[in-house]
């Protein structure tokens, strides 16, 4: 799950405002995007995994930018920069969309928080938060405020308890709420599958607010997790399932097009590939075993290599390896058929399926 610009003693890392309470609780530190972040705490990333499948987690996702695009004009330069249609929402509202290039690639994927008429605060991926900047301006405030994401089937219940008006948030709201006399931001985002919100707050509130969400009892989980409950959700990440070459919709994120509002960067590209048709689609891969699916795999049916692994992990849930995969489309291949999954020299029996890959569908 490392991005490409993390070369272990390259250093110096950025550090979350929180680094010395994960320190404290035994977290194991690594480096992620540029920023040096909790991977696991001592119970395990496959207890976390659990515990945000069946109870309720916090995640530190302060590495996550924060780009603020303000002014009279914020609506039209977005609408222009990113690939969905703003129109689709409002101010108090979130909304996933993506940054291309003129071929149609993603560049990044982005959450945007609408905060009012004239505020925008665009939410890149850690490693790519400069690139935003150069690509649609604003402010980079990212070092201002620390995001602690509450995720889980309990998260709201537990969360309320501490701070009952950001637990009450909508699914993709986004509203205000004060933290002990602080001004703070929620949003009804997250990035395991489950219910849950995140939680923008003062840098220097970031300690405070942390230890009142985990004496609610709600378990610390680092990004090992995240990234498994991202890859069971089928949740793209960006340097696997995005990235140069890699458009909307050969993603099955076509969704995040505005094909309604105007011009905007790469809609002549993907205006072109929607009529073609993509080469590949992204699918999810169920292994027949435990053993774990690696990124780089290759796919193959009846000795033919059909695609490649994007990313790939063990799940906690269904106990199994499981990937996803970017697959030729003249392969022809639907969902639930057999496939081999060709990794360090092992042959591994697998299924094709559509995302998510858990709760499984019917058809699994």
Same mark, same amino acid.
């Given at each position: 799950?490392?991005?490409?610009?993390?070369? @272990?003693?390259?250093?110096?890392?950025?550090?979350?405002?929180?680094?010395? !309470? &994960?320190?404290?609780?035994?977290?194991?530190?690594?480096?992620?995007?540029?920023?040096?972040?909790?991977?696991?705490?001592?119970?395990?990333?496959?207890?976390?995994?659990?515990?945000?499948?069946?109870?309720? %987690?916090?995640?530190?996702?302060?590495?996550?930018?924060?780009?603020?695009?303000?002014?009279?004009?914020?609506?039209? &330069?977005?609408?222009?920069?990113?690939?969905?249609?703003?129109?689709?929402?409002?101010?108090? *509202?979130?909304?996933?969309?993506?940054?291309?290039?003129?071929?149609?690639?993603?560049?990044?994927? =982005? =959450? %945007?928080?609408?905060?009012? #008429?004239?505020?925008?605060?665009?939410?890149?991926?850690?490693?790519?938060?400069?690139?935003? %900047?150069?690509?649609?301006?604003?402010?980079?405030? !990212?070092?201002?405020?620390? =995001?602690?994401?509450?995720?889980? @089937?309990?998260?709201?219940?537990?969360?309320?308890?501490?701070?009952? +008006?950001?637990?009450?948030?909508? *699914?993709?709201?986004?509203?205000?709420?004060?933290?002990?006399?602080?001004?703070?931001?929620?949003?009804?985002?997250?990035?395991?599958?489950?219910?849950?919100? +995140?939680?923008?707050?003062?840098? #220097?509130?970031?300690?405070?607010?942390?230890?009142?969400?985990?004496?609610? /009892?709600?378990?610390?989980?680092?990004?090992?997790?995240?990234?498994?409950?991202?890859?069971?959700?089928?949740?793209?990440?960006?340097?696997? #399932?995005?990235?140069?070459?890699?458009?909307?919709?050969?993603? +099955?994120?076509?969704?995040?097009? /505005?094909?309604?509002?105007?011009?905007?960067?790469?809609?002549?590209?993907?205006?072109?590939?929607?009529?073609?048709?993509? !080469? *590949?689609?992204?699918?999810? %891969?169920?292994?027949?075993?435990?053993?774990?699916?690696?990124?780089?795999?290759?796919?193959?049916?009846?000795? *033919?290599?059909?695609?490649?692994?994007?990313?790939?992990?063990?799940?906690?849930?269904?106990?199994?390896? =499981?990937?996803?995969?970017?697959?030729?489309?003249?392969?022809?291949?639907?969902? /639930?058929?057999?496939?081999?999954?060709?990794?360090?020299?092992?042959?591994?029996?697998?299924?094709?399926?559509? $995302? $998510?890959?858990?709760? $499984?569908?019917? #058809?699994?």
């Amino acid at each position: 799950m490392a991005s490409e610009d993390d070369v @272990p003693g390259s250093g110096p890392f950025r550090r979350s405002p929180l680094y010395a !309470t &994960h320190v404290a609780l035994g977290a194991k530190m690594v480096p992620f995007g540029g920023w040096e972040m909790p991977l696991a705490y001592p119970g395990g990333t496959v207890a976390e995994h659990r515990a945000c499948r069946t109870s309720a %987690v916090v995640f530190d996702v302060s590495h996550l930018g924060t780009v603020r695009v303000t002014g009279p004009d914020a609506f039209d &330069h977005l609408q222009y920069s990113l690939s969905n249609d703003l129109r689709k929402i409002s101010p108090g *509202r979130a909304q996933y969309t993506q940054l291309l290039d003129v071929t149609g690639s993603v560049t990044d994927d =982005i =959450i %945007v928080w609408w905060v009012d #008429e004239e505020r925008f605060d665009v939410m890149p991926n850690a490693s790519n938060t400069s690139r935003v %900047v150069a690509a649609i301006g604003g402010n980079d405030v !990212t070092d201002e405020r620390a =995001i602690l994401a509450v995720q889980g @089937p309990e998260a709201r219940a537990r969360l309320a308890k501490v701070a009952p +008006e950001a637990a009450a948030v909508r *699914r993709f709201a986004v509203a205000r709420f004060t933290w002990e006399g602080a001004d703070c931001l929620v949003a009804g985002t997250g990035y395991t599958g489950e219910d849950g919100v +995140e939680c923008a707050v003062p840098a #220097e509130m970031a300690e405070s607010f942390w230890s009142a969400v985990v004496g609610t /009892g709600i378990t610390p989980a680092g990004l090992g997790a995240r990234d498994t409950l991202r890859l069971e959700a089928g949740l793209p990440l960006h340097g696997h #399932e995005l990235g140069p070459g890699i458009t909307p919709l050969q993603a +099955e994120l076509a969704w995040v097009v /505005g094909w309604a509002k105007g011009d905007f960067v790469g809609r002549a590209a993907l205006e072109e590939e929607k009529a073609a048709g993509p !080469t *590949r689609w992204l699918r999810g %891969v169920v292994g027949h075993a435990r053993q774990p699916l690696r990124d780089g795999a290759e796919i193959e049916v009846d000795g *033919r290599t059909v695609g490649r692994l994007t990313s790939g992990n063990f799940s906690p849930m269904r106990e199994r390896g =499981i990937g996803l995969a970017l697959i030729d489309a003249d392969a022809q291949l639907l969902d /639930g058929d057999p496939v081999t999954v060709v990794q360090r020299g092992r042959s591994l029996a697998a299924t094709l399926v559509r $995302p $998510p890959l858990w709760p $499984p569908r019917v #058809e699994d």
